[in-house]
């Protein structure tokens, strides 16, 4: 699995080529790609000469849409595709090769008819990332309070994301997050077990911990800690399964709330000491 730093997950503000040198620096063979460099070519060519200098390949591509949002009507859906075609253009160059999605779990459509809006959706994005050669993924997303937004609850687990992408026609993969695997299913090892027999699947995996003391279905979006910080969820265990069998999947931190604020506040070297040290909690463990 390829260690990655995302400093969008984190709040990091600083450029990719500003960043590259303390990512290499301190042990991160990925940096995921900011947003900004896919509306300008000639800044992605500069930017991607950086990075491959320090020997760095690039992370997740940053998607146009939230895709699969109630609110995203068939218009705007065929529009964000065709800018998707334009990033998936670029990835291609610059050989980005990971990109997902999340699946909201609730709508204000019937599950069933929810479900084929998504397969079909699903079908076409992952056409156009496959054909630039970018492994797409979908998250599920675990916590109790996202599932009150629409009228109707929808798929949140991995078992739920996993049906969505078979019937999409098979290429589709997975994004795997501890703390909404944690929040889903209160840490259920059946999980575990499924995406480690759907291995070939899984995109990137993000590492966090949940808030000490609140129960698996109270705990807040918004709110998680750093991974191994507070014990609720046991990062290293689930690394370590994935790591046996999941050669080109990215792996990165992704805390929210508080951490997300003290790194925006950190210099780009403090900001990437803080990342690998966090990371290096899970590692040395996994």
Sequence with gaps: MIRTLDASML???YSAAELAPYA???GFEAISVPGNLMEDPALA???DSVVKSYGLS???LPMPADFYHWDLDDERFASALEELRRRGEIAERLGIRHAYNHVWPTSFRGFDENMDWHIRRVRAVTAV???CGVHYGLEFLGPHELRRWQKNEFVHTLAGVLHIAAAAGGDTGIAFDTFHWFTSSNGSIRDLELMESEAHRLVCVHLNDAVAGVPYDRQKDMERRLPMETGMIDSAAILRRFKKLSGDALYMIEPFEPARTRFHGMRAEEAV??????MKKVEEQA
Excluded: C
């Design 45 to 47: 060519a500069e930017a």
């Design 11 to 13: 709040n990091i503000p």
């Design 58 to 60: 690039w992370g997740l």
């Design 129 to 131: 990332l496959k054909n």
């Design 24 to 26: 290499a620096k301190y």
């Design 273 to 278: 000491t803080a990342a690998s040290d966090a």
